[in-house]
């Protein structure tokens, strides 16, 4: 009975039908190439779109196990020909190859049908090209036509040469997963970018594929191999000590990144550092112009770390079963930063995780323990030399990870971050806030002040006040179960070069320079470490008093409940003068504004800008002060408009944000209980002789008639 059964199983199963394995993928950057490789036994396919690094792709290929490189129209003949097939390529070294997939061999022709608008000079007929490589393929051999091109071309060529069994197509395409059956072929899609692979499996009935899966996938096991060939071509994270000699090291196949000063590293180990849930090591770093596509906004350069992260969450017993739990981040770029000289934070580069090799940040998850996720992390460096780097990552959940990474022992230990403020730490509900290291000057970073102006130059930093209540366990082996903490967290100041301004004399607001100032637009700060940039601003030269002022207006706490903050003011030099009585040309009290227009002169030339023949300036000084309980904005542009004599109304001219008391742009921030006094000048004609202007305000609007003015 037993041996019956053995019979009948083992005819209803029968002989094993013959599989064909293709590993596909297009787009690649040989800076960000997966660390991985084709598996035996399958044939791999680069359906072109190769970039940077020309000299290394033969070695890269190699080592990843692909055997195939199908050049699309714009690829170079050049990279890595002895893998390269094109049968409509003109100069092509080979236009078809026979390789094993799975144990049986296939033929692989490959074709380019470029975009409408491009040149294909150098293409031949694909349709006639294809045929002609046809001609010498043995009967009864699977052919597979590799396409970089549009899927509805590369279909009609299917139906144009019936012999084809499969063709694989690398092009925007649609993105779709399935295969397409085209006649007896099957048409499939090549993943782009390198960040996944496509793998397709195919039953063989002599030339035909008779059944076709073909599925994309994320490959996760890491190949010494390709790594070791990037590393041969400087593509890879190196050891942390390599940073030493940086600026002796071999240039970077793109344009050599800014010089990173280095001095001595952690004696070339792998930094780790361990919560209660997960381990981090960092096992290189290297420093780059471009990461794939990506590269650094502030004119500084990219850190590319190697970042390995392990699970180490015990298993739960959950219903007499041992349960995993994930350990995950809902989005990394809030939790890893670096701390650049102790005093600059480096962000994640906001479009890095689209490139291959780069770990997950959104939905970061590790779901076992003992399971490891491998990959990079690249991070938007200051323009400014390094002198030492440290990794943070903030885990409300498990407790924080600190791991110092390089420090340069030439540099003085800690001299930027160890600096002194120039007053006592200013504090409020979500900062607390200093200034650093006063500079005025005539000259900065190459520029010349106008005439009658001067550059300010103040370092500020600051670090987050916000808090929340913690598992106290996290951060303390020895709390008792169910206790608290209470644990800081970061806070962004949002349109912060909108919402800081020097104030001279009390009265004169100027926002900083966005081409020389380093803080960034919306700086994030960090709960423990006391980080920022420098603002550099250009006011007149003549001030008696310096003051920063920053203001937090509807800043969101943790529990996403909004406040508003107490403004911040540092008082940088000398002492602000008392109020002044302004007796005006005109004045109204509008609402909570009180807007006084005072002294009126003309001007052929204001602010460099020479009003032209037959024209003038007419110049007016304007005083608004706030006699509300909250900031107020103040619209220069659209609140204070020239009227001519037929009532036709003009802003004011753009020499008045250029000028040396001029507004700030568009908009003027009027705090509470404060004034703020400005210029806006008009281009007139000389014919003008009784001036009007327009006022727009929250309850009135009036057309008011200035003194005349001669000649």
């Given at each position: 009975m037993i041996r019956t059964l053995l019979l009948v199983v083992l005819l209803a199963i029968g002989p094993?039908?013959?599989?064909?394995?293709?590993?596909?993928?297009?787009?690649?950057?040989?800076?960000?190439?997966?660390?991985?490789r084709v598996p035996d036994g399958s044939l791999g396919v680069v359906a072109g779109g190769l970039r940077g690094a020309p000299d290394a792709w033969g070695d890269l290929l190699a080592a990843g196990g692909w055997a195939v490189v199908a050049p699309r129209w714009d690829d170079p003949l050049e990279l890595a020909p002895e893998r390269l097939v094109s049968s409509d390529r003109v100069g092509s070294p080979r236009t078809w190859v026979v390789h094993d997939a799975g144990g049986l061999r296939v033929a692989v022709l490959a074709v380019t049908l470029p975009p409408h608008g491009h040149a294909a000079a150098e293409l031949r007929d694909a349709e006639g090209a294809v045929r002609e490589a046809l001609a010498d393929v043995p009967d009864g051999m699977p052919v597979v036509l590799v396409v970089a091109g549009d899927r509805a071309e590369a279909a009609a060529l299917l139906r144009g040469v019936p012999r084809i069994a499969l063709a694989l197509v690398a092009g925007a395409g649609s993105g779709d997963r399935t295969p397409v059956r085209v006649g007896d072929a099957w048409l499939v899609e090549a993943p782009w970018g390198g960040a996944h692979w496509g793998v397709t499996h195919a039953e063989v009935d002599g030339e035909r594929f008779v059944q076709v899966a073909h599925r994309i996938v994320a490959p996760r096991e890491r190949s010494e191999a390709v790594a070791e060939a990037k590393r041969r071509h400087g593509l890879v994270a190196a050891p942390l000590d390599a940073l030493l000699d940086a600026a002796a090291a071999p240039a970077q196949p793109a344009a050599?990144?800014?010089?990173?000063?280095?001095?001595?590293?952690?004696?070339?180990?792998?930094?780790a550092g361990a919560n209660r849930a997960a381990i981090v090591r960092v096992h290189g770093a290297?420093?780059?112009?471009?990461?794939?596509?990506?590269?650094?906004?502030?004119?500084?350069?990219?850190?590319?770390?190697e970042v390995e992260f392990e699970n180490v969450i015990p298993l739960t017993l959950v219903r007499e079963r041992e349960t995993p739990t994930e350990y995950r981040f809902q989005d990394v770029s809030d939790h890893a930063y670096l701390v650049v000289n102790g005093t600059r934070l480096a962000r994640l580069a906001p479009d890095a995780e689209?490139?291959?090799?780069?770990?997950?940040?959104?939905?970061?998850?590790?779901?076992?323990?003992?399971?490891?996720?491998?990959?990079?992390?690249?991070?938007?460096?200051?323009?400014?030399?390094?002198?030492?780097?440290e990794f943070r990552l903030y885990d409300f959940a498990h407790g924080h990870v600190t791991m110092p990474l390089v420090v340069d022992a030439d540099a003085v230990p800690g001299a930027a971050a160890a600096a002194e403020p120039l007053t006592p730490l200013a504090l409020n509900e979500i900062v607390e806030l200093g200034a650093y290291d006063l500079q005025v000057a005539d000259a900065l970073d190459g520029r010349t002040a106008p005439e009658g102006m001067t550059f300010v130059s103040v370092e500020l930093r600051a670090r987050s006040m916000f808090t929340f209540d913690a598992d106290a366990s996290a951060f303390d082996p020895h709390a008792a179960a169910g206790e608290t903490t209470v644990v800081g967290t970061v806070s962004d100041w949002l349109e912060a070069h909108r919402?800081?301004?020097?104030?001279?004399?009390?009265?004169?607001?100027?926002?900083?320079?966005?081409d020389t100032s380093t803080l960034p637009p919306e700086p994030r700060f960090l709960p423990d470490v006391m980080t920022g940039g420098r603002v550099v601003f250009s006011v007149p030269s003549n001030f008696a008093s310096l003051t920063l002022r920053a203001d937090f207006p509807n800043a969101r706490l943790p529990d996403r409940s909004v406040i508003r903050p107490v403004p911040i003011e540092v008082a940088l030099y000398g002492d602000t003068p008392a109020p002044l009585e302004r007796a005006g040309l005109w004045s109204v009290r509008d609402d909570t504004l009180e807007v006084t227009l005072g002294d009126l002169h003309v001007a052929d030339v204001f602010a460099g800008i020479d009003a032209g023949a037959g024209q003038r300036f007419i110049v007016l000084d304007v005083h608004v002060r706030n006699h509300g309980e909250r900031p107020e904005w103040f619209q220069t542009a659209e609140q204070l408009r020239h009227a001519d004599a037929r009532g036709r109304q003009s802003a004011p001219h753009a020499a008045t944000f250029a000028g040396p008391y001029r507004p700030t742009e568009p908009n003027v921030w009027v705090p509470d209980g404060a004034e703020r006094t400005f210029q806006v000048a008009y281009l007139v004609g000389v014919e003008e002789r009784e001036p009007r202007v327009a006022y727009r305000g929250f309850t009135l609007a009036e057309t008011v008639v200035l003194p005349a003015i001669g000649e």
């Open positions: 094993a039908a013959a599989q064909v394995v293709i590993v596909s993928t297009a787009g690649l950057h040989a800076e960000t190439l997966l660390e991985a050599p990144a800014p010089e990173t000063a280095f001095g001595a590293a952690l004696d070339g180990a792998v930094p290297r420093t780059v112009e471009r990461y794939g596509d990506v590269s650094p906004s502030g004119g500084g350069a990219l850190l590319v770390l689209r490139t291959p090799g780069h770990l997950p940040v959104r939905s970061f998850s590790i779901d076992r323990p003992g399971e490891r996720v491998r990959g990079n992390l690249v991070f938007e460096l200051p323009a400014e030399a390094a002198h030492s780097l919402y800081l301004h020097l104030v001279i004399d009390g009265v004169h607001a100027y926002t900083a320079d966005m």
